[in-house]
């Protein structure tokens, strides 16, 4: 069953749900790529790890491992009698290390193992401050700075946007095609929760055939095998981040009009 949305689906950027579509969009563009470009071209799925420490755990980070001690201290009881303090203790939550493992794909040429193109698809932890956006931005400039094409899919409304100069249309979405040949021009495909997800073509070597990664196909194939009809409760779950009041109301309307939704309810949608 597709999503009740035309292109991206708005409930799926929830921190509870993002972490598994993520997965699923870098395994699914792989398996779309690679018979395509074989055996002349290579597509891997790479995974970068940092550790770091956060105040807010719930932030749908593609794959955290909470780090646990290495040892444990017990109480220690004795006869010595100790003052009671002055106030009761308050219960209080310290930035805990983990890990954090984001998936991205690249593409090399099978003779030399060069890197061709680099595909991301932007995480929360790459759009907030922090050591992920730091890592991430610091690869970033590596690339740009490289003949490597890069392909930046951000499916988040949430977070600060990576630099485009120039740039003055503003979107909930967006896919940036950055060839290595081409900078500092770059094309950037920008839309909106009403639109459909675009195509694009992958960059490749000159003359070389280019595949076209449909988005909007893809995420389709995702959201039916994922079954996200059955794990979203489109009635009574709340859209984090936000819709703003317009695209509340676009999308309430849509939703009834679908079957998903009885009636008119804002606070489904505002947090």
Known sequence: MPSPFPGMDPYLEHPELWPALH????IEIARLLSPQLR???LVSV????????????????????????R??????TSNVAVAAPPTQ??????PMPYQVREGYLE?????NQELITLIEILSPSNKRSGKGRQMYEEKREEILGSRTHLIEIDLLRRGRKMPIIGNNVESHYSVLVCRGNR???????????????????????????????NLQELFTEIYDVGSYDLKIDYRNWEVIPALSETDTIWANDLLRDRGFRDGFSVQSFLI
């Open 39 to 41: 055996p002349k071209y």
């Open 71 to 76: 040892t444990t201290t017990e109480l220690i």
């Open 46 to 69: 790479e995974v970068r790890m940092y550790e770091t420490a956060d105040d807010n755990l719930s932030n749908g980070i593609p794959d955290v491992n909470v780090i646990q001690p």
């Open 23 to 26: 997965h699923w969009l870098i």
């Open 107 to 111: 593409i090399r040429e099978r003779e």
């Open 89 to 94: 203790p308050l219960t209080v939550n310290i």
């Open 183 to 213: 900078r500092p021009r770059a094309d950037l495909y920008a839309f909106n929760v009403q639109d459909p997800m675009p195509a694009f073509p992958l960059p490749l070597r000159s003359g070389d055939t280019e595949p076209i990664i």
